[in-house]
């Protein structure tokens, strides 16, 4: 009688840990699921993200390719530039020199003053040019 009364207490007791182990079981499984749909989610994200990176990383490369030759465009500008003024001196010949005489005539009427200022002007201008190159070559 002893014996039996223990083996209903084992079998209550045996029940009732495992419907403790079940309610463990079932939210193991939740939370797999949970994280198999999060896996899912991040796989999509990476291959979004990666095709994003692709596209930049294709912009970039023309881009930078577009950058270089503007560059190598803007080497040759200033020899094309010298060889254009060098024939262009050839064609007008004395029209030039008519021009500088007419300057110099202007010059004899302003005052020393007035020759500082056309010259700080120039000079401005002169540095202005030279930031507009280097923010090109950057």
Known sequence: AVGCVALIGNIFHAKKINKSLMVDIEQAQAD???SSDNS???TKKVATLTEEKNQLTAQLTSANAALT????ENVKLPIDS???DTAAEKTE?????EGEKEEGEKDKGKTEEGKIEEGKKEEG???EGKKEEGKIEE
């Open 69 to 72: 030759a503007l560059q190598e």
């Open 93 to 97: 010949g004395g029209k030039k020199e």
């Open 40 to 42: 899912q989610d991040c």
């Open 82 to 84: 010298k060889a254009a």
């Open 125 to 127: 201008k002169i540095e």
């Open 32 to 34: 797999a699921q949970v």
